[in-house]
Nanobody, 121 residues
Framework: QVQLVESGGGLVQAGGSLRLSCVAS????????MGWFRQAPGKEREFLGG????????YYAESVKGRFTISRDNTKKTAYLQMSSLKPEDTAVYYC??????????????WGQGTQVTVSS
């Protein structure tokens, strides 16, 4: 079964750091671009950034650029989102996703169940 499982969320103070993990199964992980999204209550899902199949290329939304870092370990079939200098505005459910096509930076077609990140002021 194709599946993505996020973990690592929790409660953190403003200015703190947190690392999220996304474990993939059921597909050839190393051939897909992986992305991270978040969704706050009452708001639409927001794209945060992505990483290509080898990890040689990463790209980020302006809202998190310089604070968040995306990485991946293809041997462990895991993508990561390292978050630092967290702000209360970062509070949301965080999701990882895979690209629709292999060797592509196109649309995403699968999301995990999400992990809650809460940043206190």
């Amino acid at each position: 079964q194709v599946q993505l499982v996020e973990s690592g969320g929790g409660l953190v103070q403003a200015g703190g750091s947190l690392r999220l993990s996304c474990v993939a199964s059921g597909f050839t992980f190393s051939t897909y671009t992986m992305g991270w999204f978040r969704q706050a209550p009452g708001k639409e899902r927001e794209f945060l950034g992505g990483i290509n199949w080898t990890g040689s290329i990463t790209y980020y939304a302006e809202s998190v650029k310089g604070r968040f870092t995306i990485s991946r370990d293809n041997t462990k079939k895991t993508a990561y989102l390292q978050m630092s200098s967290l702000k209360p505005e970062d509070t949301a459910v965080y999701y990882c996703a895979k690209s629709r096509k292999i060797y592509s930076v196109g649309e995403f077609d699968l999301w995990g169940q999400g992990t809650q990140v809460t940043v206190s002021s």
